[in-house]
């Protein structure tokens, strides 16, 4: 049979539904009852008497079928893929590194993580920290982090690395989107920092940085839930007194060969070294920075730094203390 709807009326339809966010029918029929009269106005609508009477009058069904052909074109189909690039985006441009090889045996290849402050529930949002950890030196960094958002990550490793007293030249993190992202891959573009990850589900990739989760974050602050900006601030207190005192007199051993006789395991450390030592000894540090870590170190006092270390710890577990009555208060 002869068409009801004209050309005209499907081309005054289409700019409609284009312009206005691509409304499905349902809501389309009633935006174009409320809005003819002032659409007809407009000259790129193209819209006459008999368009605008036709208008008011078209059913959901109907706009649906005429707009099909358009819902078809590359245009429309790709339009809600264009979001922000994915964790596994990144997986596919971010080379996987196993192990170090001998060249790359100097100060400056740090592995990064991310220790979660959730307590005994993952909900809602808490406190993390971020571990950044030299594999040859043991030099650490931490931050405190009020969340796994991608922009204070990027921002700590900011800090890192424009405080760090020697050369950031790589970093190597596991999989996590905390890592995996826009800001993070393209900060280290920008500072020609090498950006590698490790193998998924394989934490041994990672070990310099995951023995230091436990050895220095858990057994300084523990396992408790911090979620709150007290607690947020507390933290990061608890950090800048504890990496002086980790990085300049706190000695520590590291792996130099490992065999396996049958069942058992030969481990053969070195010496037990500060961090500020090996980088002393190092022949890949520059002298203008063992004299400045000599500086900085003359300023240190240890048992100051221990009496601060305290203080901000005990401000940590009050601030948790007082968040905890509050609750047995309130229930």
């Not at 009633?30 to 407009?42: E, G, K, N, S």
């Not at 010496?271 to 500020?276: A, E, G």
Request: net charge positive.
């Amino acid at each position: 049979g002869k068409p009801t709807y004209s050309k005209e009326l499907v081309q005054s339809l289409t700019r409609i539904w284009i312009t206005f966010d691509c409304m499905c029918g349902k809501r389309l029929a009633v935006f174009l009852r409320d809005t003819c009269t002032l659409l007809a106005h407009c000259p790129q609508f193209l819209i006459s008497e008999a368009v605008c009477a036709q208008l008011r009058t078209i059913s959901p069904t109907t706009i649906d079928r005429l707009l099909a052909p358009e819902k078809q074109k590359p245009w429309f189909t790709t339009r809600h893929r264009i979001s922000p690039l994915s964790s596994h985006h990144y997986k596919t441009v971010i080379p996987v590194t196993v192990c170090y090889s001998p060249s790359e045996h100097t100060p400056g290849y740090f592995e990064i993580d991310t220790v979660f402050h959730s307590g005994s529930s993952a909900l809602g949002e808490f406190c993390c920290t971020l571990n950044a950890t030299d594999t040859m030196t043991g030099w650490v960094e931490l931050r405190a982090l009020p969340n796994r958002a991608q922009r204070w990550v990027k921002e700590a490793l900011v800090d890192i690395h424009r405080t760090l007293p020697f050369h950031l030249i790589a970093l190597d993190s596991d999989n996590g989107s905390e890592f995996l992202n826009r800001q993070v891959y393209e900060w280290c573009l920008r500072e020609h920092i090498q950006f590698t990850r490790s193998r998924s589900y394989h934490k041994n990739d990672n070990p310099f940085v995951e023995q230091k989760n436990s050895q220095y974050v858990r057994r300084f602050v523990g396992y408790s839930r911090y979620d709150t900006t007290a607690e947020f601030h507390a933290l990061a207190s608890v950090y800048r007194t504890l990496c002086p005192l980790l990085n300049f007199f706190y000695p520590s051993t590291r792996l130099l060969q490992q065999q396996r006789d049958h069942q058992i395991v030969h481990k053969t450390y070195d010496k037990p070294q500060t961090p500020f030592a090996r980088l002393i000894a190092s022949p890949n540090v520059p002298l203008m920075v063992k004299q400045r870590l000599s500086e900085i170190k003359a300023n240190y006092d240890p048992m100051a730094l221990r009496l601060q270390l305290d203080e901000a710890l005990d401000t940590l577990r009050q601030q948790h203390g007082m968040k905890t009555q509050i609750k047995i208060v309130y229930r």
